[in-house]
């Protein structure tokens, strides 16, 4: 579940995700659009978090080169779960799901791992959410 972080430049014309463009929330956060760009991403944050053998959720971080390539930056296992965080907006921008939504399904993946789970338990759009793999920052193994 990509998405892509753009900021605005600075008094130097240099484009950065400081501290001061995430307090003034100025950068804008989209999600990837681009079918092959997007397929790619997936790919990568999913092996990165498998060889670093994570599990359950994660935020994956990369950053495109000048000529689209990604580069693995680094692993949040631990990432904000705040409702106005990056891992909400990737989740609500990708899979149009609720901020409950998100919890339940990071929840629910941390009883999969451990004990089995009636889907009968939980909401019919975790259920769905579950299903469909929440590719890049909700891995399911």
Do not use: W
Not at 32 to 45: G, H, I, M, P
Not at 77 to 95: E, I, K, Q, T, V
Not at 105 to 114: D, K, P, S, T, W
Request: negative net charge; glycine residues 6%.
């Amino acid at each position: 579940m990509p998405i892509e972080i753009t900021t605005p430049a600075d008094k130097r014309g240099h484009s950065f995700l400081s501290e001061a463009v995430k307090d003034a929330d100025t950068e804008k956060v989209l999600a990837v659009d681009d079918y092959k760009l997007k397929s790619l991403l997936n790919t990568l944050a999913v092996g990165v978090f498998k060889a670093i053998g994570s599990r359950d959720y994660g935020r994956i971080d990369m950053r495109l080169d000048s000529y689209g390539q990604p580069s693995f930056i680094e692993a949040n296992l631990m990432p904000g779960l705040s409702d106005h965080g990056y891992l909400a907006r990737c989740f609500y921008l990708n899979r149009r799901s609720s901020y409950p939504d998100m919890i339940l399904a990071i929840v629910a993946l941390g009883f999969m791992r451990n004990q089995p789970v009636s889907v009968m338990t939980l909401p019919q759009d975790s259920v769905e959410v579950l299903a469909t793999g929440l590719v890049n920052t909700l891995p399911v193994a």
